[in-house]
């Protein structure tokens, strides 16, 4: 066999240990398919002192995680996380040295992934990132090897586990976001600050490498249009079952003559599309190529087996020399496209508005839709709850989405609008 390939690994949490437990559990297959053994040589974390159920004597340990890049590893796994900060730093020290970086960071990438897919380039080492996106799902690998004869036309996801575990369990429960978000944060699935998920903002960077991948576009994280779940209501989901959707945070996006369309929304998922079966923290992907037709991804999304499987089978790649451009073709071939305009796609919408049980409010809003061109499919109106407000569920014909956009924007203000109103798109 040929030398060890000698690996530095910043961040000793759930996914760092899970790297070395793999390592050390399958030495001997990891060691046949890469044609060569591969240890862990040098660590760094925040505390030193803390017991991970780990022996980690054997490795030298280096209190400042940027020196990680200068000691006589061949490749770098940063498994710090954020986008800026200690992980950019070694990202930038590691490529600059000529080691090959490993990483989990999708944050980091959506950001800096353009930066930092040009030093690798320049320096002619690897810059690979399987667990950034759907955890052990080897997504990135198939779009960028497996599928890489093919025209993608369109990339469509549930990429945060933590959102699916929430929408899937009020589903099958019929509980509020509320106290299921509560379980899912004593289960761990969830974060004590859960903003990051809720909200989008996770898998807003997961679409961004996807779409660039699939695309051959730019990274291009700021263009994706966010939102999150937490004004999803156990009605809303009661509703949508009842007409032959499930709900669930979908990352969508596509590239055309119009420019790159990338959003993160919740959305009704017909019954009989493979996103709706996806329950629990599991993770979907399902990309659409012109020759190869329908491509479904899906499997644990985190955790620590998942997602120390996809970094080491990064690492097995550069032991074997195989990897090529960071995001599927060289930095200066990815074209810089404009973010296309959302207004004049066209689509059907499911729109929830909380109103005040009074005479009139029903009109209001049907006169609000007629007057922006909003052709109505249906309205279903529940009865009043205890605070006297009544929920009103619209699912509108397919029309341009600015026309929904000037509907509700005559609504603004309205006095017979209890909150804000829920726009969910449904997925064709």
């Not at 051959?216 to 509703?239: K, M, N, Q, W, Y």
């Not at 689509?347 to 049907?366: C, K, N, P, S």
Request: hydrophobic residues 50%; contains cysteine; charged residues 20%.
């Amino acid at each position: 066999m040929a030398d060890t390939l000698k690996v530095a690994l910043a961040g000793l949490g759930t996914v760092g240990g899970g790297v070395i437990r793999l390592l050390d559990e399958n030495r001997d297959l990891i060691a046949r398919r890469a044609g060569r053994p591969i240890e862990v040589v040098a660590v760094s974390a925040r505390d030193r002192s803390k017991d991970r159920g780990l022996d980690l004597s054997r490795f030298a340990w280096v209190d400042d995680t940027t020196q990680l890049a200068g000691t006589d590893a061949d490749v770098v796994v940063e498994l710090v996380g954020g986008a800026d900060g200690p992980a950019l730093a070694l990202a930038r020290a590691t490529l600059a040295a000529g080691k090959g970086f490993v990483t989990a960071n999708k944050a980091m990438l959506a950001h800096h992934g353009l930066e930092l897919g040009a030093a690798a380039e320049q320096a002619g080492v690897a810059l690979k990132f399987e667990a950034a996106v759907a955890g052990g799902i080897p997504v990135i690998k198939g779009l960028r090897e497996g599928a890489a004869a093919n025209a993608i036309g369109r990339v469509t996801g549930i990429l945060n586990g933590t959102c699916n575990f929430i929408l899937s369990r009020m589903e099958a429960e019929g509980r509020d976001f509320a106290d299921v978000l509560a379980e899912a944060q004593a289960l761990g699935f969830a974060e004590a600050d859960p903003s990051f998920d809720i909200d989008g903002v996770d898998a807003a960077h997961k679409l961004s490498i996807l779409a660039s991948i699939a695309f051959g576009t730019r990274p291009a994280f700021p263009a994706v249009a966010v939102s999150g779940i937490r004004h999803v209501l156990a009605a809303d989901i009661a509703e949508a079952a009842a007409l032959g959707y499930r709900v669930r945070l979908v990352g969508v996006a596509e590239a055309g003559a119009d420019g790159l369309f990338q959003r993160v929304h919740a959305h009704l998922v017909p019954a009989d599309h493979p996103l709706a079966h996806v329950t629990g923290a599991t993770n979907a992907v399902v990309a659409e190529g012109n020759y190869v037709g329908r491509l479904l991804f899906q499997g644990a999304g985190a955790g620590e087996g998942p997602t120390a499987s996809a970094v080491v089978a990064d690492l097995i790649d550069i032991a074997r020399g195989e990897f090529g451009p960071a995001f599927a073709m060289p930095v200066d071939a990815l074209a810089a496209a404009e973010a296309a305009d959302s207004g004049e796609r066209r689509g059907r919408a499911y729109l929830r508005f909380t109103v005040a049980d009074r005479v009139g409010v029903l009109a209001e809003i049907a006169a609000a839709m007629r007057d922006a061109g909003v052709s109505i499919e249906s309205l279903i109106q529940r009865g009043a709850n205890p605070g006297g407000a009544v929920l009103v569920a619209i699912v509108t014909h397919e029309g341009p989405e600015r026309c929904v956009a000037a509907a509700l924007e005559r609504l603004r203000g309205s006095q017979s609008l209890v909150g804000e109103p829920l726009w969910m798109h449904i997925l064709g």
